[in-house]
């Protein structure tokens, strides 16, 4: 994992103390090399850091999809509406782990598809990509958008079912 050790400059500036030389660029680059890949990894933490805090912020919608769920059914069916809305969001990952981000994100970059064919279940994860933790930021942004929309037509179905019900007593 790049970032800042004091044992990496330590290393440039024995290096540089070894080699006995009297121009000191030698170990100006190599400081300035391993700061670049500090900021490097500092800049793909912000990336997973920002992609954590939207999903987070999308996902949250799903508490107020809960609420106003509860708030279309009588006081005795809230605790079944907001299971229901559990087991949405839970069924959602699972379908989204196995299916939807290698539908949606599985194809070959070089080639145009309609579908993605690989990456199923996020097998095709190389260690580089694991490491820094964009790939999994990544498919937890996707999931939030998938779990959100589709408790977004739920909602639908719920009001119409309500005022369907309501019609026929």
């Given at each position: 994992?790049a970032g ?48 954590v805090y ?116």
């Open positions: 994992m800042y050790t004091p044992n990496e400059y330590m290393q440039c500036i024995e290096d540089f103390l070894e080699s006995g030389e009297s121009d000191t660029v030698t170990a100006l680059t190599c400081i300035t090399d391993k700061n670049s890949s500090t900021e490097s990894f500092q800049q793909e933490a912000m990336k997973v850091l920002f992609l939207c999903a987070s912020l999308v996902f949250i919608m799903q508490a107020g999809f809960a609420m106003i769920c509860t708030g279309c059914v009588r006081k005795k069916n809230v605790q079944n509406t907001v299971l229901k809305n559990l087991l949405d969001v839970c069924g959602s990952s699972i379908a989204f782990f196995f299916l939807g981000y290698a539908f949606a994100f599985g194809g070959d970059p070089n080639k145009t598809s309609f579908i993605g064919n690989s990456n199923f279940m996020l097998v095709d994860i190389t260690a580089e990509e694991s490491s820094n933790g964009i790939y999994y930021a990544h498919w937890l942004f996707h999931f939030s958008f998938a779990a959100t929309a589709g408790e977004c037509w739920h909602r639908r179905i719920i009001s119409k079912l309500f005022v369907m019900c309501q019609n026929k007593n």
